[in-house]
DNA sequence: TTAAATTAGTGATAATTGTCCTTTATTACC
DNA sequence: GGTAATAAAGGACAATTATCACTAATTTAA
């Protein structure tokens, strides 16, 4: 059964992510699309809680969301921002199927297509080629993460949000700098006083 | 062909790490084992370069192994330890086999299984156990430079020490405190002042 | 075995960053 | 449309960390 308004319309980000890694047909992208859910979120709607058990891996097709940890005295650290055509979870709790211990909410009203952890599972078991692309997703990731770890290691606050700017020029417009002061690990003061310089 | 010797001798901690996730015949492992090299390094030993292709990802059979990075000004940043059960290389450079953007260098006498991406590649393809056993290796990997972002930019370098030590209580005998400060993203000094408090 | 290199600790000082505070501007919402 | 909430900037000061310099102990290697 072929849904080419399906194919051809909305979730053609999604297929085109997975067909940067390895082709589909119509019917086995269809049978992919299958395995997801759409869920719809308003702006500030908390999705993941910490202590929460997580049942989805969100595919981020319009909107903007984040993941992030509050520590004991209250103060929250941004781990990732979302946009459209990322993913975000709290990967820990995910798959290994324990409590969050990150908190994962809307920074805008979002679309997004959730995997359950069984029907990603499936999704490998049963067409290579996914599994093939989630290992590949997820190496991309990695090395993200330790560049992203270079950068707190090794470089002032000032290098580290130009880098941020350079990166992701479209972020500073829709993410206020509190937030961004936060993925960056200074205060928001201390960005203040950057930005100006 | 079985070879015994080898099914429970001396590479038994690559068997082990692997069937933690995905059981093989002795059969099965010997072909998987039959794609790794074995090679010995020398402490101070240079294995990669930063601006070298990168032909293998390193399983440490025995030894200690960092990989860093080097900027401008000579100062050098670690980004990984490698002990014993562990894996290392420069995975950008390794996976889009580009030119290292890393040096990967040997703390002490090592002993390593080395695999190249072809040998991966055909790893997954014909064994699909391997595939998802990478995929969740890689996972586990990614779930833990989630955890180290986040102390690096939600915990005081003090912090970042004491947990450091109990999260891996043998590397403060093996390592240069130096280096330990490396890869927490303080100068030596500093370091040095906080392990008297 | 001895000289050279590496490692570690510490003082003095400068630079960076955090915290607390107030003010102003902007945005959200009844 | 008006009030509340949020966001941003910046002053004043404290805390943290880096840098440079020097010494001592330990390890390495010829």
Redesign the interface.
Known sequence: MVRPYLVTGMNITLRQQIERIVSLSNDEFEWVLSHFTEQYFKKHQIIINEGDYVQNDFYVVKGLIKSS?T?PDG?E?V??FALEDWWITD??AF?NQTKATLSVNCLEDSKVLSLTLDNKEKL?REL?KM??F??KK??????A??????C???STATERYYNLLDQYPGLIQRIPKSMLA????VSRETLSRLATI
Chains 1, 2 share one sequence.
């Open positions: 940890h520590n103060k650290h781990i990732q990967p820990q798959h490998c290579q599994e093939y989630f290992l997820t190496t991309a990731g990695y090395i993460l330790q560049k992203r770890i270079l707190l290691i090794s936060s993925y960056l690990g």
